[in-house]
Nanobody
Framework: QVQLLESGGGLVQAGGSLRLSCTAS????????VGWFRQAPGKDREFVAG????????RYTDSVKGRFTISRDSNKNTLYLQMNSLKPEDTAVYYC?????????????????WGQGTQVTVSS
């Protein structure tokens, strides 16, 4: 059984930083495409960042470029999302995703596995 477990969310002031983690069980990240999405209340789930695990090529949505960074630890089978210079509009539940099989990273239905989500709240 595949499980993706996110952690690291919380409450932070604007301008602050958080690092999210996503650890997989029942699945090895190293041959997968992995990513992060977020969903704010009343909004659709939005692609944040992602790319193939074993190729240093990551795509970021425009609103987080220069502020968020994906990193990978193969030994721990863990994906990270470092979030700096956080803004109130970054407030959302953040989800880890894996096993991309589609035409665009931005389409949530193209991803096969999801974590349960972790809440990130940025206060102004």
């Amino acid at each position: 059984q595949v499980q993706l477990l996110e952690s690291g969310g919380g409450l932070v002031q604007a301008g602050g930083s958080l690092r999210l983690s996503c650890t997989a069980s029942g699945l090895t990240f190293t041959d997968k495409t992995v990513g992060w999405f977020r969903q704010a209340p009343g909004k659709d789930r939005e692609f944040v960042a992602g790319g193939p695990w074993n190729i240093p090529s990551t795509r970021y949505t425009d609103s987080v470029k220069g502020r968020f960074t994906i990193s990978r630890d193969s030994n721990k089978n863990t994906l990270y999302l470092q979030m700096n210079s956080l803004k109130p509009e970054d407030t959302a539940v953040y989800y880890c995703a894996a096993n991309f099989n589609g035409e665009t990273y931005y389409d949530p239905t193209s991803w096969g596995y999801w974590g349960q989500g972790t809440q990130v709240t940025v206060s102004s």
